[in-house]
């Protein structure tokens, strides 16, 4: 359901959750911490917000690869395993993580390249903030590549920039995707 909703929608539904119900829930329990806890006025813990909500709109996805994988695993080898003697660390070592390989191959190519275009949430949360002047300079911590990208072209009208930017972002983005999916590709067992 989380990946289903629109990353601006999901970005309103966590800046909810972390300017009214965290606050509103440290005051019903007492809790001072969680009253004076502003996640996303913190330079430091706006990060931390944003991969609460990406952890959160992405790993029931995730969870539907690995279940798939772990339901094809053929019950013959565990069984055959058992009859053999093996423990369970045994069979999990030689028989299932071996076979559910390619679920790893596709969950880290979809997490990885998902984590590096995210946009839409982070500006519905953060809009790229917040802002924290650290020795006369502006740092924006939540301001990652796609949204820095868009910036540069959009914001500070540098179209040629930031389209320079977006190119060689995805020639890097490329490049370490294949990359991984071929270092994964090695560890794969074919049925």
Known sequence: MPNLIGGLVLGYIWQFIFKSVLPSMGEFLGIDALENLLILASPTLT??????????QYAGYIMMIYVAALLNVP??????????G????????????????????ITSFLT???????????????NGGP?????????????????????V????NLMAEGQARAIIFFLVLSVVSMGQVYYNKKKEVEM
């Open 47 to 56: 990060l931390m917000g944003l991969i609460a909500a990406f952890t959160w």
């Open 131 to 151: 802002v924290d002047t650290f020795k006369d300079t502006i740092v924006n911590s939540t301001e990652l590549l796609a949204v820095h990208i868009y910036n």
């Open 75 to 84: 019950q013959e080898l565990i069984e055959a395993s058992q009859i053999d």
């Open 153 to 156: 072209a959009f914001k500070y």
């Open 112 to 126: 990885l390249i998902t984590s590096f275009k995210q946009y839409d949430i982070i500006i519905a949360l953060t």
């Open 86 to 105: 093996a423990n369970f660390f045994q069979r999990l070592r030689s028989i299932t993580v071996p076979m559910i390989a390619q679920a790893f191959t």
